[in-house]
């Protein structure tokens, strides 16, 4: 109970991109919780999002590297798919798709189109699973009026701002079921 409570403050940081809070409870967490805690690594995950999206790239790779020297085992993110009645699936940063050059030049389209309106964006996010699996949607049928993803993990939030504006920018509505709810991208940018 006291995790959940944990993490929900810093998901709840995270959303408000407030980094300092994010800080605090995480550096709360780490007196409270043993430093082989499964659920610390989610946490710096989160944290590094959070300094992510604030555009404190540095910090959020020192806090990722820190994660990788360590040793600790981040829980890949995973994204499913379906494109004319075949499943996809996805993981961050993957190139094993036999298309895998189209969708990544896909998702670069895509990425020069959100920059163009002006998204602010931390690149190291840009290969999350969900961002391919939207990339092979519209590399497979680029004028898709409607996209279903599941996702392992929750949407971090600079993905989540992406979808929105990818909805509107490509007037596709965007359907993205993650671990914690289910997120329907309109296509006027509005999310349920």
């Known amino acids: 109970m006291l995790l959940m409570s944990f993490m929900a403050l810093l998901s709840g940081a995270r959303n408000?991109?407030?980094?300092?809070?994010?800080?605090?409870?995480?550096?709360?967490?780490?007196?409270?919780?043993?430093?082989?805690?499964?659920?610390?690594v989610s946490a710096a995950t989160l944290l590094a999002?959070?300094?992510?999206?604030?555009?404190?790239?540095?910090?959020?790779?020192?806090?990722?590297?820190?994660?990788?020297?360590?040793?600790?085992?981040?829980?890949?993110?995973?994204?499913?798919?379906?494109?004319?009645?075949?499943?996809?699936?996805?993981?961050?940063?993957?190139?094993?798709?036999?298309?895998?050059?189209?969708?990544?030049?896909e998702a670069e389209k895509i990425f020069a189109e959100l920059v163009e309106h002006g998204h602010q964006h931390d690149s190291i996010l840009c290969g999350h699973s969900e961002r391919l699996a939207?990339?092979?949607?519209?590399?497979?049928?680029?004028?898709?009026?409607?996209?279903?993803?599941?996702?392992?993990?929750?949407?971090?939030?600079?993905?989540?701002?992406?979808t929105k504006l990818i909805a509107t920018i490509r007037q596709c509505e965007i359907i993205v079921r993650d671990a914690n709810r289910i997120h329907h991208f309109y296509k006027n940018g509005q999310c349920s």
């Open 134 to 162: 939207i990339a092979w949607n519209f590399v497979v049928h680029p004028n898709a009026s409607q996209i279903q993803i599941t996702k392992n993990l929750r949407v971090c939030g600079d993905c989540y701002r992406a």
């Open 49 to 105: 999002n959070v300094y992510g999206s604030i555009g404190d790239i540095d910090k959020a790779s020192d806090i990722r590297i820190q994660l990788t020297k360590s040793g600790a085992k981040k829980k890949s993110g995973l994204s499913w798919t379906v494109v004319d009645g075949q499943v996809y699936q996805f993981r961050a940063h993957g190139v094993n798709h036999p298309r895998s050059k189209e969708i990544h030049a």
């Open 16 to 40: 408000r991109m407030n980094a300092n809070l994010a800080q605090q409870i995480y550096d709360r967490m780490n007196k409270v919780f043993s430093q082989s805690d499964d659920s610390l």
